[in-house]
């Protein structure tokens, strides 16, 4: 195990160590290290070795990494492993699945096995969109991964990819009861990729996808969006989009400012970045600028990234040319899907009163709230050690439970912008502040209201196959 890795309040060193060996010399070396040693377990004997775990307080991954190194240089011990809590979580996985009845005699075997379920099959056959009531199709997503785009850590894999889409299908039965399974392709080619997820999509009422790397993961969704009858759904860029604009409505609610009215900045035009505007021109605004590493985005150039052209094409009504600092300079909203420490404190101080600031790049944000709460009216970012985060476990789990609760054919621009009313609206007038314009993940009356308002504008933009009951 990559001990780079770790960093927890405790670990757990796995010691393989010869008979004969001190043990004292165990203990001075993990002193040594920086480590106070808690408890010790004994996990197998044997004539010529005895194998143990340590469990051992630290301060930091540079304690962990010294400690593996300097036991490892004893002699008569051998480092097995070393484990955090969060590794040992991890342990076999996060997920299981689990069967909804048991089978205790040959009849039960019967009945969900050879021979009566072959009625059910023929029932399908005859009428395939029964698979929705007979199968797991009714309440299963497949959370989609090539593993190009993980987090803030690039392009590292299926492999690795997949603690985090076993995260996702936890999230997404916890917050919502909607049964997910994690699935890493072992390619990042584009039309393999369409091609296998259009393969697997009989056994899902809904596809989310996750962590594919842009510009491949526009054309994925948009082919697949296309080409199935059920919903898919990039949380990168929407999940982010929608929770963005809730907290943007509030923000705007809580400042007095309208978003016809307000010049807003979107620094990072990736996947994110790109859903964002789309979003907040579905929601009325008429003066967004776009700013990458180019500077601001013209209709006046010509870009060899085609959504680049597509995002000048229809933001930036001015024509402003620039840097950032041009950008921000007498903007209202400035929202950052880009680099940590790039917005600095003299930009935010040219902007208009009552600047509002959306600083959600992870893990470090453009700029640091501490670094500007004295001068902006609110401060939002995508870590959770700071108020007002935007995590798109506030969307995802509603706008899918809405969608398989209705059979939705897909998740369109009217369900989203609902979606971001919804989360919106939990927040109460005597409740919104400064500190609190987006709810807790943990609100109970999130979920709910999300996918009733989904429902809703699936039904009205006509794209419910089912009318659920409330």
Request: with cysteine.
């Amino acid at each position: 195990m990559n001990n780079k890795a770790l960093d927890g309040k405790t670990v757990i060193v796995r010691l393989e160590i010869d008979s004969g060996t001190n043990f004292s010399s165990v203990v001075s070396a993990i002193e040594a290290a920086g480590g106070d040693m808690i408890a010790i377990d004994v996990i197998q004997t044997g004539k010529g070795s005895t194998t143990r775990d340590l469990t051992v307080k630290v301060k930091d991954t540079g304690t962990t990494e010294r400690l593996g190194k300097t036991l490892g240089q004893l002699p008569g011990i051998r480092v097995i492993n070393t484990s955090d809590r969060t590794f040992l979580l991890h342990l076999g996985g996060k997920i299981t699945v689990q069967p909804k009845t048991a089978i205790h005699n040959r009849d039960d075997l019967s009945r969900v096995y050879t021979p009566e379920v072959a009625r059910v099959c023929t029932a399908i056959h005859e009428d395939p969109s029964k698979a929705f009531t007979l199968t797991i199709k009714r309440n299963m997503v497949a959370v989609v991964s090539d593993g190009s785009a993980v987090l803030g850590l690039g392009n590292i894999g299926p492999e690795a990819a997949m603690p985090v889409m076993e995260g996702k299908a936890m999230l997404f039965k916890q917050f919502a009861d909607v049964d997910a399974f994690p699935i890493c392709l072992d390619t990042q080619d584009t039309e393999e990729i369409i091609r296998t997820v259009k393969a697997i999509a009989p056994a899902f009422g809904g596809i989310n996808l996750e962590d594919i790397s842009s510009p491949r993961c526009f054309e994925i969704e948009e082919r697949l969006r296309e080409e199935l009858n059920i919903p898919v759904f990039h949380d990168d860029q929407h999940g982010t989009a929608v929770v963005l604009y809730a907290g943007l409505l509030n923000a705007l609610r809580l400042t007095g400012k309208s978003i016809e009215d307000a010049r807003i900045v979107v620094c990072g035009i990736g996947a994110a970045g790109t859903a964002c505007t789309k979003m907040l021109l579905a929601g009325g605004a008429h003066n967004v600028l776009g700013v990458d590493r180019d500077g601001i985005l013209t209709a006046d150039r010509d870009y060899a990234h085609p959504m680049w052209n597509w995002y000048a094409a229809n933001t930036n009504p001015g024509r402003v040319s620039g840097s950032l600092a041009d950008a921000v300079a007498g903007a209202d909203v400035f929202i950052g899907l880009s680099a940590g420490g790039i917005l600095k404190r003299e930009m935010v101080l040219t902007m208009n009163e009552q600047p509002i600031v959306f600083a959600m790049a992870n893990p470090e944000p453009e700029i640091r709230p501490e670094e500007a709460e004295d001068i902006v009216a609110v401060i939002a970012t995508g870590r959770s050690d700071y108020p007002n985060q935007i995590n798109n476990v506030l969307c995802f789990p509603g706008i899918f439970r809405g969608a398989l609760d209705c059979r939705a054919t897909t998740i369109n621009e009217e369900m989203k912008l609902a979606a971001a009313e919804a989360i919106a609206s939990t927040v109460g007038e005597d409740e919104l502040s400064r500190s609190y314009i987006i709810p807790s993940v943990f609100n109970a009356k999130v979920v709910e209201e999300v996918r009733r308002r989904v429902v809703q504008a699936a039904r009205e933009s006509g794209v419910a196959r089912r009318n659920p009951r409330e």
